[in-house]
């Protein structure tokens, strides 16, 4: 009979696990098991690293990732950090014993009561109240965090079951459970629906896709292109849609709601049909709930129903797999008359061909060497013109993510960008997942000294495990969009909550042991930006910007008007 390590270190072998995420503590049988099984356990200096490096893991392998955290403490900040993989339903399992159960309720040392910390950000959560319990426990999670939309879950045992044997230890997991991974199950809309929505967009005179993260959770972005291709229909896209087609094709038109292209904005405003696809149309992609216009009929299409017509009425609402919907609805357009509307949806593309072209023509006019500080749009042009196609850019929230995901075109249609949708400082240790992961593509981290402070300790996980991840560091010394909204809507920037030192982050790196490079021009970055390419270890690239560029976000819409 296996103990509870042994029962765990078995689940984990069988569903072809290669790397565990970790702070080490507690439950030492475990890390023995693992090792026994070949599992890779990947060490971090923080509980909160490890769940973002095991958070941007499972959103590029598409199955359960696994982050142990020790009970007390170390689940506390387990949970602290699960927010980002629930906010991007990412199936992240947090793994944690609690205290043991002959200690509890005596002020033990370290005793929490643990699942109420983790309701609020998992799908699910539970703990084993006895050894026999486990399989079932396992099961429940792994299923829970692929089904429907993806997302994390707990699940929790006492520390004194750890070494205990478990007397029925037989799995409801199949055999078969090592090709698991979201979608799970594809659902299929009715048939009426999805000729109602070949209807809808048939009859559109102005029609626009916005795309979400949905599209890449489904694996639909072939698909997505042949509908657009066959309908000639623009595309813009959330930021975490980013790269639903391809960013080069002539219907992708950039992403919209705060972090966004102006013109891809009005372009949603201006819209009489909107094909919403693998979105929950949220605050932000919406720019705070203001683009869709009241006049705007909506096909909108997710895969769980409770989103559908939740922030805008629907005129056609479908719970479906975005790639079983695109892939019926492809076949439903041959039974319409696409062609009483085609001239209408071909003046309605050139229109926006105009507006991208000139938007193009401002952004590279940005991009321009000038004096004084490097410009933030200069560097994403260094990325855009240096990086391979196969490239993966990992962004920080705040105006990392605003500047990747309004510049940055994805070459290719997949996930080429993977983003923080909120908590600052993920995007390093990300991007160490990420490179685990996908250790055949190159790499590329985009943050701030702000959001890099967060996890400067990594840098030792990165060179000890040799891994080869490019980090480039947009530093301007300060919280610049906290600076610029003091100064420009108050008209008092505070300083000392705003700003930090000159902080040479490239000889830091050095110090841990990586590649240190510092970029005060366009030129000098793109030459550090190619040989940390083709370096076989961890690169920082110090890129020196200026502090005063406001990013393409909508926040000071009201009080300027924006080129980008």
């Not at 891809?264 to 049909?273: C, I, P």
């Not at 995007?427 to 490179?435: D, E, N, R, S, T």
């Not at 790196?509 to 021009?521: I, K, L, N, V």
Request: proline share 6%; aromatic share 8%; charged share 20%.
């Amino acid at each position: 009979m296996p103990t509870c390590a042994q029962l765990i270190a078995d689940t984990l072998s069988n569903l072809g696990v290669r790397h565990f995420f970790l702070l080490t503590g507690g439950d030492h049988e475990i890390f023995v098991e693992l090792k026994h099984r070949g599992v890779r356990q990947i060490l971090a200096r923080s509980e909160d690293a490890a769940v973002y490096m095991a958070d941007a893991y499972a959103r590029l392998t598409q199955k359960p990732s696994w982050v142990y955290g020790q009970y007390g403490p170390g689940a506390a900040n387990l949970a602290g950090s699960l927010a980002e993989p629930y906010w991007s339903s990412s199936p992240v399992v947090a793994l944690a014993s609690s205290m043991r159960r002959q200690h509890r309720h005596r002020f033990e040392y370290q005793e929490l009561e643990q699942p109420p910390l983790f309701y609020a950000v998992t799908k699910w959560c539970g703990e084993a109240a006895m050894p026999d319990m486990l399989p079932q426990l396992l099961h429940a999670a792994v299923v829970r965090s692929l089904a429907g939309n993806p997302g994390p879950v707990y699940a929790g045992w006492a520390n004194d079951m750890t070494a205990m044997e478990v007397q029925n230890a037989a799995s409801p997991m199949p055999k078969d459970a090592s090709s698991w991974r979201f979608p799970l199950h594809r659902p299929h809309a009715p048939a009426a629906v999805v000729a109602d929505a070949a209807k809808l967009l048939a009859g559109a005179r102005r029609p626009l896709v916005l795309a979400g993260n949905g599209v890449h959770n489904a694996g639909a972005e072939a698909a997505l292109t042949a509908i657009v291709d066959k309908l000639g229909i623009p595309v813009v896209t959330s930021i975490a849609g980013k790269g639903s087609i391809s960013e080069r094709s002539p219907h992708a038109f950039g992403a919209v709601g705060r972090y966004s292209r102006n013109y891809a904005n009005q372009s949603v405003k201006d819209a009489d049909v909107i094909f919403a696809i693998g979105s929950r149309l949220g605050g932000l992609v919406t720019d705070s709930y203001r683009l869709i216009a009241p006049s705007c009929r909506l096909l909108h299409v997710d895969v769980e129903p409770h989103v559908l017509g939740h922030n805008f009425p629907a005129d056609v609402a479908a719970q479906a797999d975005a790639c079983a919907f695109l892939e019926d609805l492809l076949a439903a357009l041959g039974e319409v008359d696409l062609a009483a509307n085609a001239a209408h949806r071909a003046s309605w593309h050139a229109k926006l061909d105009g507006d991208r072209d000139a938007w193009r023509r401002r952004f590279a006019k940005a991009a321009d060497p000038a004096p004084g500080p490097m410009r933030p749009e200069a560097v994403l042009r260094v990325l855009q013109e240096t990086l391979p196609d196969d490239a993966l850019v990992v962004a920080d929230t705040g105006y990392a993510a605003a500047w990747v995901g309004a510049l940055y075109e994805i070459p290719r249609a997949g996930r080429g960008l993977i983003r923080s949708d909120g908590s600052l400082g993920w995007a390093f240790p990300a991007g160490l997942g990420a490179k685990l992961a996908a250790p055949e593509r190159p790499v590329v981290v985009v943050t701030g000294d702000g959001g890099f402070g967060y996890h400067v300790g990594e840098l030792e996980t990165a060179v000890r495990l040799c891994i080869p991840s490019v980090t480039i560091v947009l530093n301007n010394q300060s919280l610049a969009l906290e600076y610029q909204l003091q100064e420009m809507l108050h008209g008092d920037a505070i300083t000392e909550v705003d700003d930090y030192a000159n902080v040479d982050h490239a000889a830091i790196a050095r110090a841990f042991g990586a590649q240190g490079m510092r970029a005060e021009t366009p030129e000098a970055l793109r030459d550090a930006l190619r040989g940390a390419l083709r370096a076989d270890g961890p690169v920082l690239i110090d890129a020196i910007i200026d502090k005063m560029a406001i990013a393409p976000v909508t926040r000071f819409d009201a009080i300027r008007k924006r080129d980008l």
